[in-house]
């Protein structure tokens, strides 16, 4: 059984992911800095048949990520996939926030996922097939004035994705990006549920680097 490791994953998307995963025969390893959220969401998991547990982490605390990767690895021999959907979604203009609180949504929105993504190579099997999915955002490619920060933090997160990607090819570690472009949960189209399902066929197929959920849209979530 191959196990995959949900940071950012006691409700939406990365729930829904985590939910998805574990009906695809993973074991899960939900991820959050909130244990009671966690412990919700890993009870309602093993209710639905999941496989699941849990660890509690703040994504910005950087030595306990490379912690918690040394820790896991040695509970399951088998994790083979790291899922990562923090987030911070702060929105301001270009002016707006100062240096302090912009150096804080980039060390969530990025050096998180770096550390988070480098943890998991250098400390799983690597002879297993491995894959990383980050999830994105279409302000990476349509920068908002209304998201100036948000903007430039996924955007940062997507030239991560490609070249890492890239890098770890000829490692069979399968690195991609959901690249949401729309606001969660506002239609059904947009529900967690149905975006869940592409970090899946991303998992099955291994290509290609970035999805686009949905495929086609005319603008800015951000009016």
Request: proline share 2%.
């Amino acid at each position: 059984m191959a196990t995959t490791i949900v940071i950012g994953s006691d409700s939406g998307v990365g729930f829904e992911v985590a939910k998805r995963f574990g009906k695809g025969g993973q074991r899960i390893v939900l991820v959050s800095r909130n244990q009671a959220k966690l412990t919700d969401a890993t009870d309602k998991l093993i209710e639905l048949g999941v496989l699941a547990s849990n660890y509690v982490c703040d994504a910005n605390d950087f030595q306990a990520i490379e912690q918690m990767m040394k820790t896991l690895t040695d509970k399951y021999e088998d994790i083979t996939n790291l899922v990562f959907n923090v987030g911070n979604k702060h929105l301001d203009d270009a002016l707006s926030s100062d240096i302090n609180l912009i150096e804080e949504i980039f060390s969530t929105n990025v050096t998180s996922a770096i550390v988070s993504a480098r943890s998991f190579i250098e400390e799983t099997d690597s002879t297993l097939k491995r894959a990383i999915i980050f999830t994105g955002g279409g302000a990476a490619i349509r920068p908002s004035a209304k998201a100036s920060t948000l903007s430039l933090t996924k955007a940062a997160l997507r030239s991560y994705a490609y070249t890492l990607h890239d890098q770890v090819a000829s490692q069979n570690i399968y690195v991609g990006l959901v690249t949401i472009q729309g606001l969660i949960g506002t239609t059904p189209e947009m529900a967690p549920e149905n975006i869940a399902e592409t970090y899946w066929n991303m998992l099955q197929q291994r290509q290609p680097v970035e999805t686009f959920y949905p495929e086609h849209v005319s603008g800015s979530e951000f009016k």
